[in-house]
């Protein structure tokens, strides 16, 4: 599934755009002495369990952990674990059946649904395995889209979206559509979208599952340079053990716990 031809162009060494750093120095925030990291986001005692009638499907049994800020950590376990569960729950787009997620300090489950909403749109960015894009549209507008919802300045927005195509690489792919893109350019289209409301957090879920190994290198590249130079927190959920090695932290699922 190349729709153009399967050329991957390389990724352009070129800096992140000013406007999406977090962290404008680039620098990891952690103090290099002391070597503590700053919690941005505290997993506490989570549980999630599904429900069929009566009977409960418990998949997240008390996970613990803390995500630091401008780390890139990877959530690795096994098919069924509760990976999706768990990254969904942190990206506010589903309720734990308990326990607590605190972003600086903030537990934001006690939110009602629209701040969660606002919340959401404002400080994390979703990778999916599936691009997800919308078919219809050009790259530019899936990119610009989330923007042009939260704000009326157009031009900007599609300035501001033509300089992350461009710094995915995608600079001469703007009014593809998304059937006219291979896989790895869709996932970089994705990645662009992502990074349009300039979100202190990027979630990822398996972005390179669904990827040949060219274009999954090219993405993970991507992600590197991003999170070390945007100073953006990464959640990585991944199979892929080049890129669970190349992280700062990982956590691993075994059976609804973190092992
Ligand atoms: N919406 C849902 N309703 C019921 N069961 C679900 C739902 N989503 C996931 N599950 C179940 O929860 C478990 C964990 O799923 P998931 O988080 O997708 O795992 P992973 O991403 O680690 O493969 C699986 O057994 C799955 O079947
Ligand atoms: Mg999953």
Not at 39 to 44: C, K, Q, W, Y
Not at 112 to 126: H, M, P, S, V
Not at 220 to 245: M, P, Y
């Amino acid at each position: 599934m190349t729709g153009s031809g399967g050329l991957e162009p390389n990724l352009p060494k070129i800096d992140v755009p000013a406007q999406f750093c977090v962290n404008p120095d680039g620098e990891k925030k952690r103090n290099p002495v002391l070597n503590t990291p700053e919690a941005l986001i505290r997993i506490v005692d989570l549980h999630k369990s599904y429900y069929d009638g009566e009977t409960e499907l418990p998949v997240l049994q008390g996970i613990d952990f803390q995500v630091n800020m401008s780390e890139l950590l990877a959530v690795v376990g096994a098919s069924g674990v509760g990976k999706s569960t768990l990254l969904h729950i942190i990206g506010t787009l589903d309720r734990p059946t308990a326990g607590r997620v605190l972003y600086d300090e903030q537990d934001i489950f006690t939110w009602q649904d629209t701040e969660l909403a606002r919340f959401r749109n404002k400080e994390i960015g979703f990778v999916f395995q599936f691009h997800h894009l919308l078919p219809e549209f050009t790259a530019l507008e899936n990119v610009a889209m989330a923007a042009l919802i939260a704000t009326p300045n157009n031009k900007a927005v599609y300035e501001e979206a033509a300089a992350l195509l461009d710094y995915v690489g995608l600079s001469e792919r703007l009014s593809h559509y998304p059937s006219q893109l291979s896989g790895g350019e869709r996932q970089r289209v994705a990645i662009a979208r992502a990074l349009i409301n300039k979100p202190k957090v990027v979630l990822a879920d398996e972005p390179t599952g669904n990827l040949d190994r060219r274009s999954s290198e090219a993405v993970l590249e991507l992600l590197w340079d991003l999170n070390a130079k945007s100073g953006q927190t990464f959640v990585i959920v991944t199979h892929n053990r080049e890129l669970a090695q190349q992280v700062d932290r990982i956590v691993e699922l075994v059976d609804g716990k973190v092992a």
